[in-house]
């Protein structure tokens, strides 16, 4: 019988990262739900496929993320306690693909976060500071190949051209 401990410490870990998550979208000011005040009818699709159905308020694609990126390292958390190795015994293309979608899902909290308030003083340079960041950790995974190839010439000798004369 396995150990209950790896999921457990999953969980704690799904709850850790979600409430840290949502903290900092409260504390720029972006909602991750939104909250009618009375129920409401609402519609969806149209046609034979449209879909009526009563709602007190709705998530926010903001909460999607932020629920995704927490599943994501709750699995990760998971994998890494199961294994305990960092790499969690992925694959080094499943690590990339991994690194990419939370990438590009904190790449869109960041991004979108702030249209929901403007932020002042220092937590603006903390945005700034944080988008450069992830710029730099995108054009760096989209490059990784060209760096190393980059890498593997340039420690090589260059080829000797024999010359005609000789």
């Not at 704690?12 to 739900?33: D, H, M, N, P, R």
């Not at 991004?111 to 992830?134: E, F, H, M, R």
Request: aromatic letters at 16%; glycine letters at 10%; charged letters at 20%.
């Amino acid at each position: 019988m396995k150990s209950y401990f790896p999921f457990a410490l999953s969980i704690l870990i799904f709850t850790g990262c979600y409430l840290i998550l949502e903290s900092f979208l409260k504390l720029v000011g972006a909602e991750t739900y939104v909250d009618f005040g009375e129920t409401i009818w609402l519609s969806r699709g149209s046609g034979r496929f449209r879909e009526d159905y009563q709602s007190d308020g709705e998530g926010t694609d903001l909460g999607l993320a932020i629920l995704l990126m927490s599943i994501f390292v709750a699995v990760r958390g998971y994998h890494v306690c199961r294994s305990g190795k960092i790499s969690g015994d992925f694959k080094p293309e499943s690590l990339i693909v991994w690194n990419c979608w939370m990438l590009g899902l904190g790449s869109f909290v960041l991004l979108t976060a702030p249209l929901y308030q403007p932020l002042q003083g220092s937590l603006y340079t903390l945005y700034k500071i944080i988008i450069g960041i992830a710029c730099a950790r995108f054009f760096y995974l989209r490059n990784d190949k060209e760096i190393k190839e980059w890498r593997k010439w340039k420690s090589k000798q260059s080829p000797s051209i024999p010359l005609d004369d000789e």
